[in-house]
Structures are given as C-alpha cells and as structure tokens.
C-alpha cells in the first residue's frame, strides 16, 4: 500500500454502514422496540388527544394554544429521535466491546443526558431554521451534525466541541453522510406512514388512532437512529487507522525501487 493511500485511512460504507444498521437492529429488536415506544408513547398521547388522528396541526386557523402545544409535540418528538441514537450507541458500543447489554437502570444513570438533551434542542432549532429559510443548507447542517449524540456518549466533551467534531469526522464524506442520513430519514417517515394509513383503515377510535401512531414508530424509529451511530464508529476506525498509519510512516522503498 502506498503512503499516500495508507494515510486516508479506510472510507465510508454505505454498504457497511446499512449492513451494521440491520444487524443492530435485529440484534436487539425486542429491547429498543420496547424502548422507542417508552419515549414515544407521551408524545404521541398528546398528539393524538390534541389533534386527533390527522395529528400535529400548524394551519393558520389554529388557535395560539394550537400552536404553542403543536410545537412542543414536534421538537419533543425530534428530541426523542435523536436520544435514542445516544441510547443505541451503548448497546453498540456493548457489543464491539463484548460486554453485557446496560439495563434500564444503567442507562438512566450512566447517559450524559444534559447534554443529549441541551444538545438536541440546538440541533432541532437550527436545523428547522435551516429547512424553513433554506432547504438544501439546511439537510447540509443536519447532516454534519447527525453524529452528535453518539458522539457526546462516547468522548463525552462539551456540547460544542462535540458539534466541531462532528463536522470535522463528517465533512470529508459529506455526500455519503447526507445520503445515507437522509434517506434513513425519509424510508423511515415513508414506513411510518404507510403503517399509519393501514392500522387507521380499522377506524378512528382514541386506541386505534395512538396505535396506528405508537406502533410504527416503536418498530422503525431505531432504523433511523442507528445509521448514525454505526456512521460514527466507522468515521472513528478510519480516523484511528490515520492516526496509526501517520505514526508508522511510510513504508521503506523496495530494493528494486533504488535500483
């Protein structure tokens, strides 16, 4: 391998990244379904108790409390979104180190939840901001920040250097980041709504409108927090294998080359 070849380090999959994607999600389908339908359950209650089964409503014909609930329905549920990405990593991490999955009680006291938490009310902020002035920048944005959560998880810095890095381990794979991110977003809402509709074809009852809502996200939320997670121990790996490579050196020239 040449030293120029070896210094780049290994790239991003999108294969790999979908492949490990899959895998942790039937690895622990049964415990971060459960998990997803625990943090999405209130929100959905309110959605659904507020706005009935059309759900979160921002028409201009809405009253000031409309909107004021509407809101805080959206950022809660991206804010729930986005944590489970921080909960995935320590199953993941689990498994890469070969320890024992982290119980509930593990999670609840071992997570850095204010900053997940301080975190993702920026990330929500700026990236809705980002979409309603301006749609392309705005995917950019939360793309380069789509590794946050694992990331404070792992290295546990501050909020704002865990956003510099996340730019910095996105910004030379920008393009398979934000297809990757965007796409896991998108199949995701399309599942989401597909099961939706269908559970809905049953009827409109309180029940059955929290469960057309509850049920998808429970099974597929994971899907669209994990690419993040598995992007980020890949983004990692190369950054070691730099490191690793930069300390080695270049290789020696062959005698044949001096010849």
Do not use: C
């Not at 790999?16 to 690895?27: D, I, S």
């Not at 690419?227 to 005698?255: C, F, H, K, N, W």
Request: hydrophobic residues 55%; glycine residues 6%.
């Amino acid at each position: 391998m040449s030293p120029s070849r070896a210094s780049r380090g290994p790239g991003l999959s999108i294969v790999a990244v979908t492949r490990g994607t899959l895998h942790a999600w039937r690895r622990d389908l049964v415990y971060v379904t459960l998990l997803a339908g625990v943090v999405q359950l209130p929100v959905i209650l309110v959605d659904v108790w507020v706005f009935g089964h059309d759900g979160v409503s921002f028409s201009t014909d809405d009253t000031a409390n409309h909107w004021v609930i509407a809101l805080i329905v959206t950022l809660s549920s991206m804010l729930t979104h986005h944590l489970l990405s921080g909960v995935l990593e320590e199953f993941e991490g689990a498994e890469r180190e070969g320890h024992d999955r982290p119980t509930v009680g593990e999670l609840l006291t071992k997570l850095p939840w204010v900053r997940l938490v301080v975190a993702d009310i920026v990330i929500a902020i700026v990236v809705i901001t980002g979409l309603v002035l301006f749609v392309v920048p705005g995917l950019i944005v939360a793309s380069m920040l789509s590794l946050v959560m694992p990331l404070l998880n792992i290295e546990r810095q501050s909020v704002w250097a865990t956003f510099r890095r996340s730019a910095h381990l996105t910004r030379p794979f920008l393009l398979k980041v934000s297809f990757i991110w965007i796409s896991a977003q998108a199949l995701v809402s399309a599942g989401t709504e597909a099961l939706d509709h269908l559970i809905h074809r049953l009827g409109h009852t309180f029940v059955l409108d929290v469960t057309g809502h509850l049920f998808p996200e429970m099974l597929l939320l994971p899907l669209g927090a994990l690419p993040a997670v598995i992007m980020t121990y890949q983004l990692l790996d190369r950054e070691a294998a730099v490191a690793r490579a930069a300390a080695v050196g270049p290789e020696p020239e062959s005698a044949a080359g001096l010849e």
